[in-house]
């Protein structure tokens, strides 16, 4: 038995688009030449074009003149009976500049070829050779219409959202008839405003060398970095045979601006415990870009950072804002402004260095920005703002350290001058009056003071309370105390206290710091009690007490006799 594979190739697709990567599927089709006859059992062999591969012939393997850059190498096909086998599937790219037109690609066979096959003596006997032919399939390049990207109007910023303007251009000398253009961002941190995937826009009818501007409303991810990021253009249209058809993608690449930054720093702090006070923070504009119409945000109750920039430190719950805002106006990038915010402590906060939070709001980039770029060399575009009020971007929560003083004082206590007792000699056995001084020290009026005085034995007290209707800041009272020493109390300082119950300036009850006085007791002088006049002023009121005392006994001891006495005449 004699044959040979006699082999064709065709491909059923065969428009291409220059430029756009396309795959060129091969068909075989072996229809078989037998030149001798033989057993029926040998015919397959010798007409099944065995262990086949297929290539595309490039370049200056081929004489022809074929506008393609082949991207699949040296395929397997295995063996090629009668009949079709295929697709053999080749990825090409036209030339952007290829002529529309009809080409012959050449597509290299090389396989094994049994010519003779006979059977001698009960066992096969062959004749084979290495075979190497060339097919050819006809392709043709189209003057399709194709699009690419001409420039970009716009910007966008991570963590806000801007409008941003894409011109494409038709770019070949076919016209697109009902053209639709979908618009798809590939990157995650750049998405359609509206959380559409992909947005669709009608064109109608566009002509060659025509451009046409899109507008999207693009949102750059709060943790989206300054680099480009893929938007892709897809293009359906209907050609001049109204025949569907969809042109190559384009893709341009938009670069976000990095998140606005800004860094806070306090200042001046008059915050107190148990007061109201205010403290100062300096804000700066880190950039990338000036902003405008900023306010600075005093927030007691601001979360911890959702995955978006540092950490904060949650503020002091003690701390509490009596003012949450402050304008500062527009701030260029590298500039200040300080802001002034009010705030209450609470009794039971804690003195010392403080955190608290505040938050940037400014406005965003907005809707008129006039920024032009042409794409550079890579399809990719950088956007500068120069702008325009947009909508309302808050930054991220920055931490601020302020300066808490411990609680002030309310009282100042102290001893009359220049005698705090009266008598001013505090004896064992001795009852004395004990004058103090109070001042309100703080810096809002009280009213209703109770005070009440504390001694421990060997003092005692009968008359330990003392009440003053209001104080004034700065204004002082003296009251009054009555203090009893015990007879064996050994002479030396001895130590009272006393504090305070009163009402503040919002008619809030409060217990005031206990305030300690001191009481010196001495030894009682007795070779002393005739030295001085007041001594001896004492000692004539004992005998004028005593010859009164002797007086009123004697009448007493009168009347009681001349009482008796009537009584027994009766």
Do not use: C
């Not at 007691?300 to 009596?322: C, F, K, L, Y």
């Not at 009251?479 to 300082?493: H, L, R, S, Y």
């Amino acid at each position: 038995m004699r044959g040979d594979p006699d082999i064709e190739a065709f491909a059923p697709e065969t428009a291409f688009v220059p430029g756009e990567e396309s795959t060129l599927q091969v068909n075989l089709n072996n229809r078989g030449d037998i030149s001798a006859q033989g057993a029926d059992n040998l015919e397959t062999e010798v007409v099944t074009a065995h262990e086949t591969t297929a290539r595309i012939r490039t370049g200056s393997e081929t004489d022809r003149a074929v506008p393609f850059d082949v991207r699949t190498g040296e395929q397997t096909v295995g063996d090629v009976g009668r009949g079709v086998t295929g697709p053999i599937e080749f990825t090409v790219v036209p030339d952007e500049d290829a002529e529309p037109g009809v080409y012959r690609v050449p597509i290299e066979l090389e396989y094994r070829n049994v010519e003779r096959a006979e059977v001698d003596d009960g066992s096969t006997v062959r004749d084979e050779e290495t075979v190497t032919e060339t097919v050819s399939v006809s392709v043709e390049i189209t003057d399709r219409a194709q699009f690419a990207v001409v420039d970009v109007d716009g910007v966008v910023q991570a963590g806000d959202d801007g409008l941003v303007d894409v011109t494409l251009r038709n770019v070949r000398n076919e016209s697109a008839r009902e053209a639709s253009v979908a618009a798809n961002p590939v990157d995650p941190d750049l998405s359609f405003a509206s959380d559409a995937g992909t947005t669709e826009t009608y064109v109608g009818a566009w002509e060659p060398g025509e451009n046409r501007t899109f507008t999207y409303r693009l949102a750059a991810a709060g943790e989206a970095t300054a680099r480009a990021s893929t938007l892709e253009f897809e293009v359906d249209y209907r050609d001049v045979e109204r025949a569907d058809a969809a042109a190559r993608t384009v893709r341009t690449g938009v670069t976000p601006l990095s998140r606005q930054a800004f860094s806070a720093e306090g200042l001046n702090s008059t915050l107190r415990v148990g007061e109201d006070g205010s403290f100062t923070v300096e804000v700066r504009n880190r950039g990338p870009r000036d902003v405008e119409n900023a306010v600075v945000v005093f927030s007691n109750d601001a979360p911890a950072s959702d995955g978006v920039g540092q950490e904060t430190v949650q503020s002091d719950p003690n701390i509490v804002p009596r003012s949450t805002r402050d304008t500062v106006g527009d701030l260029g990038i590298g500039e200040t402004a300080t802001a002034t915010f009010d705030a209450g402590l609470r009794t039971d906060a804690n003195p010392g260095e403080r955190t608290v939070n505040v938050e940037v709001r400014h406005r965003g980039i907005g809707t008129d920005e006039g920024v032009s770029a042409s794409p550079s060399d890579d399809g990719s575009v950088s956007l500068v703002s120069t702008g325009s009020a947009g909508d309302i971007v808050v930054s991220d929560t920055l931490d601020v350290v302020v300066d808490v003083a411990p609680e002030a004082d309310v009282f100042s206590v102290s001893p009359a001058e220049p005698n705090a007792t009266r008598p001013s000699t505090v004896t064992p056995g001795s009852t004395v009056r004990y004058d103090a001084v109070v001042r309100n020290t703080g810096p809002e009026p009280i009213s209703d003071v109770q005070a009440k005085l504390f001694v421990d034995s060997p003092l005692a007290s009968s008359d330990d309370e003392a009440f003053v209707t209001s104080l004034d800041p700065g204004e002082e009272r003296t009251v009054t105390f009555e203090i009893e020493v015990e007879a064996g109390a050994t002479p030396k300082t001895y130590s009272a206290a006393v504090d305070f119950r009163y009402d503040d300036a919002d008619g809030d009850e409060q217990l005031s710091d206990t305030y300690r006085l001191p009481v010196e007791v001495v030894e009682a002088d007795d070779s002393g009690a005739l030295s001085s006049p007041l001594g001896i002023v004492a000692l004539l009121g004992v005998v004028a007490a005593g010859g009164a005392l002797i007086w009123q006994r004697g009448r007493v001891s009168r009347a009681l006799s001349g009482l008796r006495g009537r009584l027994r005449s009766r």
